[in-house]
C-alpha cells in the first residue's frame, strides 16, 4: 500500500521571513548602482559595473510578480489555538457569564439577531472616537463558513446603524459557541490568522461537547502587537485566569 505524499506546507513565521529576505535584497540591489558610482569616483575600472547593477535590479524587479503570486499560492501551515478547559455546560451559562463579564467591563449591548441556524448577540465598547471593541456571541448548533460570512454581514449592519468608525483601531471578537465538533470548526480554530490595518480581528470558539475555549493564534505579521493587546484585553475582560484558577482547585 503506497504512502500519501504530505502536502507542502510553510508556516507564516517562515513565509514573512522568506519575503523579509525578498525585500532586504531587493533594497540592497537598488543602492548598489549608487555604491558603485561612488567607488569608480576614486576607482574607475570599477564603473563598468554601473550597468551590470542596472541588470540585475532589471531581473530581480522582473520576477517580482511571479515571487507575490507563489507565495499567495503557497499553502501554509494551521496554526494551533490556545486551549483553556472550562465547564460551562450549556449555552446558557456560558452565555449568562460572558455577559455578565462583558457589562462589569463596562460593555453594552447593542442587539439580537434570531436567524434560521445561529443566534447572535453585539456588544461594544467605546474607548474614544478612534478606538472600539465589538463582541458577536454567536450560538449555532454546527459551526459552517458560510455562518461567519453572514456574521461579517451582520457586523456591517451594526456599524453603520451605530455610526462606528472602523477607519481606525476597529477591534471585532466574534465568539463562537457550538454544540458539537466537525471539520468546519476545527478549521476555524486552526486558520493561521492575519490582521488588516486598522481592522483587527480575535477569532474565538468554545466547544460544549468538551467545554473548551479556543483563542485562536497569530503566528507572526506586521500587526502581532494588536493581536498581542487584543488577546490580553479579552482574557482580562472575562478574568479567564480567576475562572481556570477557581475551576482547578
Do not use: W
Given at each position: 500500500?503506497?504512502?500519501?505524499r504530505?502536502?507542502?506546507?510553510?508556516s507564516?513565521?517562515?513565509?514573512n521571513?522568506?519575503?523579509?529576505?525578498?525585500?532586504?535584497?531587493?533594497?540592497?540591489?537598488?543602492?548598489s548602482?549608487?555604491?558603485?558610482?561612488?567607488?569608480?569616483?576614486?576607482?574607475?575600472?570599477?564603473?563598468?559595473?554601473?550597468?551590470?547593477?542596472?541588470?540585475?535590479?532589471?531581473?530581480?524587479?522582473?520576477?517580482?510578480p511571479?515571487?507575490?503570486?507563489?507565495?499567495?499560492?503557497?499553502?501554509?501551515?494551521?496554526?494551533?489555538?490556545?486551549?483553556?478547559?472550562?465547564?460551562?455546560?450549556d449555552?446558557?451559562?456560558?452565555?449568562?457569564?460572558?455577559k455578565?463579564?462583558?457589562?462589569?467591563?463596562?460593555?453594552?449591548?447593542?442587539?439580537?439577531?434570531?436567524?434560521?441556524?445561529?443566534e447572535?448577540?453585539?456588544?461594544?465598547?467605546?474607548?474614544?472616537?478612534?478606538?472600539?471593541?465589538?463582541?458577536?456571541?454567536?450560538?449555532?448548533?454546527q459551526?459552517?463558513?458560510?455562518?461567519?460570512?453572514?456574521?461579517?454581514?451582520e457586523?456591517?449592519?451594526?456599524?453603520?446603524?451605530?455610526?462606528?468608525?472602523?477607519?481606525?483601531?476597529?477591534?471585532?471578537?466574534p465568539?463562537?459557541i457550538?454544540?458539537?465538533?466537525?471539520?468546519?470548526?476545527?478549521?476555524?480554530?486552526?486558520?493561521?490568522?492575519?490582521?488588516?490595518?486598522?481592522?483587527?480581528?480575535?477569532?474565538?470558539?468554545?466547544?460544549?461537547?468538551?467545554?473548551?475555549?479556543?483563542?485562536?493564534?497569530?503566528?507572526?505579521?506586521?500587526?502581532?502587537?494588536?493581536?498581542?493587546e487584543?488577546?490580553?484585553?479579552f482574557?482580562?475582560?472575562?478574568?479567564?485566569?480567576?475562572?481556570?484558577?477557581?475551576?482547578?482547585?
Open positions: 500500500m503506497k504512502k500519501k504530505k502536502k507542502f506546507r510553510i507564516e513565521r517562515t513565509l521571513r522568506l519575503i523579509s529576505v525578498y525585500f532586504i535584497v531587493a533594497i540592497i540591489l537598488m543602492l548602482p549608487l555604491v558603485v558610482i561612488e567607488f569608480s569616483l576614486f576607482y574607475p575600472s570599477l564603473f563598468k559595473y554601473v550597468k551590470v547593477s542596472f541588470a540585475c535590479i532589471l531581473i530581480y524587479g522582473a520576477f517580482c511571479v515571487v507575490m503570486i507563489l507565495m499567495d499560492k503557497i499553502p501554509l501551515k494551521s496554526s494551533a489555538p490556545f486551549r483553556f478547559k472550562l465547564n460551562f455546560k449555552y446558557n451559562s456560558i452565555n449568562s457569564y460572558l455578565n463579564m462583558l457589562f462589569a467591563n463596562n460593555y453594552k449591548f447593542l442587539c439580537f439577531k434570531n436567524r434560521l441556524t445561529y447572535v448577540n453585539f456588544y461594544y465598547k467605546q474607548y474614544s472616537l478612534s478606538k472600539i471593541d465589538v463582541i458577536a456571541v454567536i450560538y449555532t448548533k459551526y459552517e463558513e458560510k455562518i461567519l460570512n453572514e456574521i461579517y454581514d457586523l456591517d449592519g451594526v456599524v453603520k446603524d451605530n455610526n462606528f468608525d472602523k477607519s481606525n483601531n476597529f477591534y471585532f471578537i465568539i463562537f457550538v454544540d458539537n465538533n466537525n471539520e468546519a470548526f476545527k478549521k476555524y480554530i486552526r486558520k493561521p490568522l492575519a490582521q488588516t490595518r486598522h481592522n483587527y480581528l480575535l477569532p474565538v470558539g468554545y466547544l460544549i461537547s468538551n467545554t473548551t475555549l479556543y483563542i485562536i493564534n497569530q503566528n507572526n505579521d506586521i500587526y502581532i502587537g494588536k493581536y498581542l487584543l488577546k490580553k484585553r482574557i482580562k475582560t472575562i478574568k479567564l485566569k480567576k475562572l481556570l484558577k477557581n475551576e482547578n482547585e
